[in-house]
Nanobody, 127 residues
Framework: QVQLVESGGGLVQAGDSLRLSCAAS????????MGWFRQAPGKEREFVAA????????SYPDSVKGRFIISRDNAKNTVYLQMNSLKPEDTAVYYC????????????????????WGQGTQVTVSS
């Protein structure tokens, strides 16, 4: 069983930056592709970023491309989400997720592909 714990959320102003972290335990981190998703009140969970097992492949939706950067440190069992130029529409609860069994360079962008989820961290961007 994999446990994921997010941290780094908070209240910021538009244009600011935040870095989210997700620490994994209970499994072999380097065998999981990792993803970040977000969910705003009344909306469906939305894909934000994904990174392959070996870190060589990343994926972003157009809404965050060029502003957000996902990275991972397999030695620390941690995945990060650097969020720059934040906008009020980025306000949501952010979740990290683990997707076991992917090929080393493959990522998934749909929540159903991910087996393990963290509890989420709130990000609020004021205008």
């Amino acid at each position: 069983q994999v446990q994921l714990v997010e941290s780094g959320g908070g209240l910021v102003q538009a244009g600011d930056s935040l870095r989210l972290s997700c620490a994994a335990s209970g499994g072999t981190f380097s065998t999981y592709a990792m993803g970040w998703f977000r969910q705003a009140p009344g909306k469906e969970r939305e894909f934000v970023a994904a990174i392959s097992r070996n870190g060589r492949t990343t994926s972003y939706p157009d809404s965050v491309k060029g502003r957000f950067i996902i990275s991972r440190d397999n030695a620390k069992n941690t995945v990060y989400l650097q969020m720059n130029s934040l906008k009020p529409e980025d306000t949501a609860v952010y979740y990290c997720a683990a997707d076991p069994g992917r090929l080393p360079t493959v990522v998934a962008t749909t929540p159903l592909k991910y087996d393990y989820w963290g509890q989420g961290t709130q990000v609020t961007v004021s205008s």
